[in-house]
T-cell receptor, first 116, second 114 residues
Framework: DAGVTQSPTHLIKTRGQQVTLRCSPK?????VSWYQQALGQGPQFIFQ???????QRGNFPDRFSGHQFPNYSSELNVNALLLGDSALYLCASSRRTSGGQGETQYFGPGTRLLVL | GENVEQHPSTLSVQEGDSAVIKCTYSDSASNYFPWYKQELGKRPQLIIDIRSNVGEKKDQRIAVTLNKTAKHFSLHITETQPEDSAVYFCAASSVTGGGNKLTFGTGTQLKVEL
């Protein structure tokens, strides 16, 4: 049973460029969340996708966008990269429940993005 | 929105001692509280979680307690071992707006010394 996978593992870009990060959820999971983790800080929520729609969004600008595919995998796109976008980008997957309680989220290994 | 505070930021204990990390949250609608362990350069790993209908949960050397009235939850690690050394994050989640984002604390660097 494969866990959450992400690609690429590392990426170097220059300011103004665009980047696409990819995530495959754990088997049986249908929800994907993206987080940004700056060095020495806790993960910050970017957005969450379920049924191919963005369900919730954190305090990130429109330069950050995403997509979820019918097989539940997801992409995170960042346009017009800034130096401050350098961080570890984590994907987490979960299985939607109807109980109204938070769902357990399992993290992938992350993509480390460096913007020069 | 939700705000999670975590203390202490660093914690050093002797092997075999206990370690306690405390978190407070602000949103009374939060109902799910996971704890993650993150080793250097690795992904956050879920070590234990608790839901709002439970006051305490234990898994071997790890336990979590929740006080909904005080909006406070804590991680307790007993008989610490060197492999427990890592950064620990608490988080809180509420199901709002069609999603359930996790809001994380700022982390606690735990060092278990021989």
């Amino acid at each position: 049973d494969a866990g959450v996978t992400q690609s690429p593992t590392h990426l170097i870009k220059t300011r103004g460029q665009q980047v696409t990060l990819r995530c495959s959820p754990k088997s049986g999971h249908d929800t994907v969340s993206w987080y940004q983790q700056a060095l020495g800080q806790g993960p910050q929520f970017i957005f969450q996708y379920y049924e191919e729609e963005e369900r919730q969004r954190g305090n990130f600008p429109d330069r950050f966008s995403g997509h979820q595919f019918p097989n539940y995998s997801s992409e995170l796109n960042v346009n017009a990269l800034l130096l401050g976008d350098s961080a570890l980008y984590l994907c987490a997957s979960s299985r939607r429940t109807s109980g109204g309680q938070g769902e357990t989220q399992y993290f992938g290994p992350g993509t480390r993005l460096l913007v020069l | 929105g939700e705000n999670v505070e975590q203390h202490p930021s660093t914690l050093s204990v002797q092997e075999g001692d206990s370690a306690v990390i405390k978190c407070t949250y602000s949103d009374s609608a939060s109902n799910y509280f996971p704890w993650y362990k993150q080793e250097l350069g690795k992904r956050p790993q879920l070590i234990i979680d608790i839901r709002s209908n439970v006051g305490e949960k234990k898994d071997q050397r790890i336990a979590v307690t929740l006080n909904k009235t005080a909006k406070h939850f804590s991680l307790h690690i007993t008989e610490t071992q060197p492999e427990d050394s890592a950064v620990y994050f608490c988080a809180a989640s509420s199901v709002t707006g069609g999603g359930n984002k996790l809001t994380f604390g700022t982390g606690t660097q735990l060092k278990v010394e021989l």
